[in-house]
């Protein structure tokens, strides 16, 4: 079974710096995306950024970009000049491509950015 | 498209209550995931629907968990009877076919006193 973990329950960053958040994941497939959700306090769950397993050129999206190590099944969020509104919780998912299409969270980090 | 609506959004009962949650998708979705949001568990996926049909429950707690969708556009989640234990913060999402995205509804936070 797939499984994700996220190490960091908390962490903090100073409005402007950047901050790293790590993700790894478990899995015997090879097709696969994973992701990073974003929920504010409002308790909505944003898309931050996806990746296919596929591809090996990371993917970015304006500040947030991730680093993606296959063979070491790991998956960490990279939020660059971090800002206020950044201030959430953040999820790492999972989800297969071989016939179950699930989508498996791990724990969460809880991200606060300080002014 | 609206989204995904939950409703209610907040949901507080007595412990032995029954408690339905319910979820309409976003249209032309083949997929929902129900999944409860605790401090100490983060989101855990309680089942999830293909086209209607239950595809996997394996992390439906209890018996005393059920889920349904008698049509693609909406879902319930019942818990009967409910337990203090069961409070939680229940999300229900859709994806279409192959999807990429998973998209949420707002969540019902539900006490259980």
């Known amino acids: 079974a797939q499984t994700v973990t996220q190490s960091q329950p908390e962490m903090s960053v100073q409005e402007a710096e950047t901050v790293t958040l790590s993700c790894t994941y478990d899995t015997s497939e090879n097709n696969y995306y994973l992701f990073w959700y974003k929920q504010p306090p409002s308790r909505q769950m944003i898309l931050v950024i996806r990746?296919?397993?596929?591809?090996?050129q990371n993917a970015t999206e304006n500040r947030f970009s991730v680093n993606f190590q296959k063979a070491a099944k790991s998956f960490s969020l990279k939020i660059s000049d971090s800002q206020l509104g950044d201030t959430a919780m953040y999820f790492c998912a999972f989800m297969s491509l071989s016939g179950t299409y699930k989508y498996i969270f791990g724990t969460g980090t809880r991200l606060k950015v300080l002014a | 498209d609206a989204g995904v609506i939950q409703s209610p959004r907040h949901e507080v009962t007595e412990m032995g209550q029954e408690v339905t949650l319910r979820c309409k998708p976003i249209s032309g979705h083949d997929y929902l995931f129900w999944y409860r949001q605790t401090m100490m568990r983060g989101l855990e996926l309680l089942i999830y629907f293909n086209n209607n049909v239950p595809i996997d429950d394996s992390g439906m707690p209890e018996d005393r968990f059920s889920a349904k969708m008698p049509n693609a556009s909406f879902s319930t989640l019942k818990i009967q009877p409910s337990e203090p234990r069961d409070s939680a913060v229940y999300f229900c999402?859709?994806?279409?076919?192959?999807?990429?995205?998973?998209?949420f509804g707002q969540g019902t936070r539900l006490t259980v006193v």
């Open positions: 990746q296919e397993a596929y591809k090996q």
């Open positions: 999402a859709s994806s279409p076919y192959r999807a990429t995205e998973a998209f």
